[in-house]
């Protein structure tokens, strides 16, 4: 048992890296390097609001590794960001760019602020001044922004809009997660979800589960849950629960996954009140007698206190961060089989990378072409994976680690340090 984490995402981080690191023999010097962010940007700045006045927002970008690439992680818009948040997140990017094999570091960043209460234009105006602060971190070589939680494609937009009218000519490799009309990737907004799914199955196959009629349960319906639970849907499984942050629903006899989305899309984004469903609460969904349980929302969902209520075989993680520590220890006795974040929600990133070379070539792939190459990475991320699991008898998370951080820690004694 790892010392008790408070919750705090980045200490969660810390402690994870410290469990896997200790399998490994590093140096102390690459081992504190490793657990310190490379650089960190706090930013304040002014936003002219509807109705005329300033608003000073405060902003984040934390690069943690610049080792193997440009560092490359999400921005996040929501009240709760903390810039120890983005430091966690940071490093957990670190760790998936890695685990799935892609020349690049982790970064994060994000703008405490709730974007449902900001119009369109407060939105636009807080995006633009945000990537203006941080245009010195920013470029196609060196840092590369996607959506997260809050931001989407418009931001994106927006954002490779602003950082291009600084350098004067259009600069699409600078963000990932654009819309196809600014040299987007196809599949890119499903990728996420897609590759959750992909695992989903190598996790099932491995426990010996049916996939035709198998049970899910999906924590959180957003870029990431919805896709998710209609790509296992279409594969076959049966998706008995569905949550946002209003709440859940759950029909034993399976819930029509692109139907519930229609009236998520229809109803501010929310399940609840969908008909002819039993409503339940998030704590409800999680404790599910299902095959799976995919949590998609944020992080800390799953802790020690409700830990011993999960009666799921499989936990794919969707979302960042969403078991702590002491949980993973509490679902290992059990005998649970996680697929962790790092590698289960790893598809969105490994698209963006594709974007990413396409962006830079202007050249584009079709759509069979980046599933397939999302598929083939996604597996043998898996793969890999696994055989360190098995051969060290640690967990997958544990395994996915040792993986990531070897990876970086030998890419740093191959540069070695400067001066
Ligand atoms: P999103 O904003 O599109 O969706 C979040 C969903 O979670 C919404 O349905 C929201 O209602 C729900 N939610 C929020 N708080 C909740 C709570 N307390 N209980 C239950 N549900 C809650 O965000 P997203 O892009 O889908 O990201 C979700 C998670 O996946 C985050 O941890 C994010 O960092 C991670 N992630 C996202 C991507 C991506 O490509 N978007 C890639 C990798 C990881």
């Excluded at 402690?15 to 940007?41: C, I, T, W, Y």
């Excluded at 945000?130 to 927006?158: F, H, K």
């Excluded at 990932?176 to 009309?181: C, F, V």
């Excluded at 229809?266 to 995919?294: C, H, K, M």
Aim: hydrophobic fraction near 40%; glycine fraction near 10%; proline fraction near 5%.
């Amino acid at each position: 048992m790892v010392n008790a984490t408070n919750g705090s995402p980045y200490q969660v981080a810390l402690s994870q890296f410290d469990r896997a690191a200790a399998h490994l023999s590093l140096s102390s010097g690459v081992r504190e390097m490793l657990r310190h962010p490379r650089r960190e940007l706090i930013v304040s700045f002014p936003v002219r609001m509807d109705d005329g006045s300033e608003q000073i927002f405060t902003g984040y970008r934390v690069h943690h590794s610049t080792t193997r690439g440009p560092s490359k992680g999400g921005l996040r818009y929501h009240p709760d960001v903390t810039l120890d948040d983005m430091r966690a997140m940071a490093m957990w990017m670190t760790w998936k760019c890695a685990v799935v094999g892609i020349p690049y570091g982790g970064a994060k960043g994000g703008v405490p602020c709730d974007p449902t209460q900001l119009s369109r234009c407060e939105l636009e105006n807080l995006t633009r001044r945000y990537a203006t602060e941080i245009a010195v971190l920013m470029s196609p070589e060196g840092d590369i922004p996607a959506p997260d939680v809050g931001t989407d494609a418009q931001v994106m937009a927006w954002i490779m809009d602003t950082y291009s009218m600084r350098r004067g000519y259009s600069t699409p490799a600078v963000v990932t997660g654009k819309p196809l009309e600014l040299g987007g990737s196809l599949g890119r907004a499903e990728a996420t979800g897609r590759g959750a799914a992909y695992m989903t199955i190598e996790a099932m196959k491995h426990c010996g589960i049916r996939l035709e009629g198998a049970t899910v349960a999906v924590q959180g319906f957003g870029k990431v849950g919805a896709p998710t639970a209609y790509f296992l849907e279409d594969m076959g499984c049966r998706v008995v629960a569905i949550s946002d942050i209003n709440g859940g629903i759950y029909n034993p006899r399976g819930l029509d996954v692109r139907d519930v989305l229609r009236y998520a899309q229809e109803n501010g984004n929310s399940v609840f009140g969908y008909p002819g469903v039993d409503a339940i609460s998030n704590e409800e969904l999680l404790a599910l007698g299902v095959d799976v349980l995919a949590p998609c929302a944020l992080e800390n969902a799953i802790t020690s206190r409700n830990a011993p209520a999960i009666r799921a075989k499989v936990v794919v993680e969707g979302a960042n961060g969403p078991t702590t520590p002491e949980a993973d220890d509490i679902l290992s006795d059990k005998g649970v089989f996680v697929v962790p974040d790092v590698l289960a929600n790893a598809g969105g990133v490994t698209v963006s990378y594709f974007e990413w070379v396409q962006g830079l070539q202007y050249f584009f792939w079709n759509e069979p072409e980046i599933n397939a190459r999302l598929r083939e990475i996604m597996v043998r991320s898996f793969d890999n994976v696994l055989r360190i699991s098995q051969g060290k008898g640690v967990d997958m998370r544990v395994a996915a680690y040792i993986l990531a951080i070897d990876c970086v820690a030998r890419a740093h004694q191959l540069r070695g340090t400067h001066p």
